[in-house]
């Protein structure tokens, strides 16, 4: 019911394109609706800004820093977007250091299918936990950078539950782009091994 009525008032409003930074969203309304009459242009907004450097109409600053970054689930294994993303940080001048578990092998940062409202009992570790310190063992990655609203929940209290926010800290990729002298992005710590 509520995808329907959804469905009826993007009809009202006709969007030439909607952008999307949640990538369950983007799924939802690009894939689900459409099987309530619903067949709208959406992207995410790794894809729209990706567009924005590539005609020259952002220009992100460029900054030398390692980062790492996480495919979020809807984004990456549901709906093929890799490159933009890793596009967009090569763009503004960091280097990518992949994590193992990447691209269509990434792993959930554990938000989907309603984990995020799910207690904790009898799990030793949760899978954001798990992630932060793959990344972590990386030895040389400043930055864990998202796409995805939900992931940068529950990284970030991933990385708060560790301890190491002095080593490692999670943005969204938009905030890569943001001009430096509006934003400060500090650096943490990098300890290399």
Partial sequence: QLAQQNVATLKEVKPKRIVATCPHCM????????Q????????????????LVAA??????????????????????YNGGF?????????AGYTLHDMPRCRE?????????????????????????????EALSLGDVAYFVVACPKDKVMYTAAIDALGVADRLKVVDIAELLVPRTSQALEMPTVETT
């Fill in 27 to 34: 799924n939802t309304i690009g894939n689900e609706y459409r």
């Fill in 36 to 51: 309530v009459g619903g067949d709208f242009q959406v992207m995410h907004h790794t894809q729209y800004l990706e567009e």
């Fill in 56 to 77: 020259g109409r952002l220009k992100p600053e460029r900054l030398p820093a390692t980062v790492t970054y996480h495919d979020p689930c809807y984004l990456g294994r």
């Fill in 83 to 91: 490159d933009a993303p890793r596009d967009l940080i090569r763009a």
């Fill in 105 to 133: 092998n990434s792993f959930c940062c554990g938000a989907g299918g309603g984990r995020i409202w799910q207690g904790d009992d009898g799990v030793t570790e949760r899978p954001s936990e798990n992630r932060i310190r």
